[in-house]
């Protein structure tokens, strides 16, 4: 299916504009670079495919998107709308990588594969909430959440708990957290 939207279609001809006067000037002599789109090497001779330029003229504006979900089952206007949601996922597994330091392990047992795979899915769904519920990212949360500190202390049989020193701004975050709705917090 195919999608036309006026924005791409204005960045596309942007792009589209600057790749041909790179291969106009790769034709011409003038910029010596590696085979820019658009230009044609046949021996020491470069030409402009005027062709291929003509094609991506025509397709201006226009994405296309690829399923085996048939139209019975997602209507095309669903399609684009679950590829435009992608960044999501991808999102999901910078964090997964970055700021829960989910690092490929090396198992080969099923069960070993499923319990990574639901602790790494687990922790996932725990960072999204801490971000749903504080509005900061997990990252920036941890960051200010990590200082806290309490300690128990015990002398001659008696024990001390000495409770952490919470700011008002770390105390925010704390009762965003404990709640259950979603207090987006500002910075």
């Known amino acids: 299916m ?12 942007r792009t589209l504009t600057a790749q041909e006067n790179r291969a106009r000037d790769v034709v011409a002599g003038e910029k010596a670079a590696r085979t820019p789109r658009f230009v044609t090497i046949k021996g020491d001779a470069r030409t402009l495919d005027d062709k291929a330029l003509a094609r991506a003229r025509r397709l201006v504006g226009l994405k296309g998107y690829v399923t085996n979900i048939p139209v019975s089952v997602m209507p095309p206007g669903e399609v684009i709308s679950s590829y435009h949601d ?7 597994f910078r ?3 970055t700021d829960l330091a989910a690092r490929p392990m090396f198992v080969r047992t099923r069960d070993a594969i499923e319990a990574h795979l639901t602790i790494v899915f687990t ?3 725990v960072a999204r909430t801490v971000q749903n519920r504080s509005g900061l990212a997990v990252r920036n949360v941890i960051r200010q959440l990590r200082p806290l500190r309490s300690a128990i202390i015990a002398i001659n049989g008696t024990t001390v708990t000495l409770p952490p020193q919470i700011d008002p701004a770390r105390q925010t975050i704390i ?3 404990a709640g259950s709705e979603s207090h ?4």
């Open 175 to 177: 009762d965003a957290l």
């Open 86 to 92: 992608l960044w999501h996922v991808e999102r999901s």
């Open 123 to 125: 922790a996932l769904a």
């Open 95 to 97: 964090m997964s990588k």
């Open 184 to 187: 987006a917090l500002t910075k």
């Open 2 to 13: 195919w999608a036309y939207s006026a924005k791409r279609a204005a960045r596309d001809n």
